[in-house]
């Protein structure tokens, strides 16, 4: 009988390269008619990061919605860098895709699939059997749900958060004519601001919405977290 083989997890530090560092040295350093030129500067750049993506759908064995969403956002940004549109498109573009998540977000709760289990209440991190079969014993299942809606909301507010600064920033730094040297400078220093201006805010609430869900479990259930969470 053969096992599947476990998916390698994620290696931090070359995310941060691929998707940060590289892509930053490449517009901020190699733009100029020395180096890659504006142009080329661009497509080396955000190559790296879909690429990643791509090895990163490959590596799951399975298709990823954001992670799909996420090599679109990149594509986008590129195709409109080379096509010198006006950096208008860039800015409305970095603010729209975290609001579609947290549009989807609220609308996943009239549906059977509310994507709060797909972040936070699913099988890869919690025992859900188990989980449920406690919630029934104590009837305590509708407060669980009333738990899952209110978990719900904090996601949607880390997305429009996330939307928020995307816009922010991009509005800040993306001032110079595309097709510019001063241009792909700009979007290097954007890309690299990104990490800890508008991911690090929008995790920390998507820690709390998870730290709250796992807070009203322990509650609702009289289980211990070590007793229901998955071993790694």
């Known amino acids: 009988m053969t096992q599947d ?3 390698k997890k994620e290696n931090f530090l070359i995310n941060i390269l691929f998707n940060i ?3 930053t040295l490449i517009l901020s350093k ?5 180096e890659l030129g504006v142009k080329w500067a661009i497509i080396v750049a955000l190559s790296f990061p879909i690429i990643y993506g791509l090895r990163d759908l490959k590596r ?7 992670s799909a969403l996420g090599i679109l956002s990149i594509s986008l940004t590129g195709g409109m860098a080379l096509l010198k549109l006006p950096p208008e498109y860039i800015i409305i573009k970095e603010a729209t895709i975290p609001a579609l998540f947290a549009i989807a977000t609220l609308i996943s709760l009239k549906t059977p699939y509310p994507l709060v289990k797909t972040f936070i209440y699913n099988d890869k991190i919690l025992q859900i059997d188990k989980v449920s079969a406690a919630l029934n014993t104590n009837g305590t299942e509708q407060e669980f749900d009333k738990a899952l809606v209110n978990a719900t909301y904090l996601m949607t507010l880390s997305f429009i958060l996330s939307s928020i600064l995307n816009y922010i920033l991009a509005k800040i730094l993306l001032v110079s004519a595309p097709g510019t040297e001063a241009f792909n400078a700009e979007l290097g220093k954007m890309n690299a601001l990104s990490f800890p201006v508008i991911a690090v805010p929008a995790t920390i609430i998507m820690m709390l919405a998870l730290f709250y869900l796992f807070k009203r479990i322990k509650a609702l259930t009289h289980l211990e977290l070590e007793d229901i969470l998955i071993n790694q």
């Open 5 to 7: 083989k476990p998916v």
């Open 21 to 23: 560092v590289i892509p």
């Open 60 to 66: 799951s064995g399975k298709f990823n919605v954001f």
């Open 30 to 34: 190699l733009s100029g008619g020395d």
